[in-house]
């Protein structure tokens, strides 16, 4: 059973920064992409970045690009989202997700596993 846990959350000032990171067990990365999402208080779950094993491609959302970087350490089975410059409208519960289909993609329905998610808090 695949198990994703999500860390580094927290209450920010605008304009800062904070990395988030996904541990992920129980199975290899190997034909698997990763994903982070977002769902902000009675707003459906957005598409924040993807990143695919195969070839090290990656996609994100015109919200945050310039801003957030995705990265993964197979080593560590860890993904990671460095977000800088951040933002009012960032404040969200962020979740990371696998999705068997290998390729980045932003539909939330096209991943298999997710985390419990870490909240983001971004005042000013």
């Known amino acids: 059973q695949v198990q994703l846990v999500e860390s580094g959350g927290g209450l920010v000032q605008a304009g800062g920064s904070l990395r988030l990171s996904c541990v992920v067990s129980g199975r290899t990365f190997s034909r698997y992409a990763m994903g982070w999402f977002r769902q902000a208080p009675g707003k459906e779950r957005e598409f924040v970045a993807a990143?695919?094993?195969?070839?090290?491609?990656?996609r994100y959302s015109d919200s945050v690009k310039g801003r957030f970087t995705i990265s993964r350490d197979n080593a560590k089975n860890t993904v990671s989202l460095q977000m800088n410059n951040l933002k009012p409208e960032d404040t969200a519960v962020y979740y990371c997700?696998?999705?068997?289909?290998?390729?980045?993609?932003?539909?939330?329905?096209?991943?298999?596993?997710w985390g419990q998610g870490t909240q983001v808090t971004v005042s000013s």
């Open positions: 990143i695919s094993w195969c070839g090290g491609s990656t």
């Open positions: 997700a696998v999705s068997e289909l290998g390729v980045v993609i932003s539909n939330p329905r096209s991943y298999d596993k």
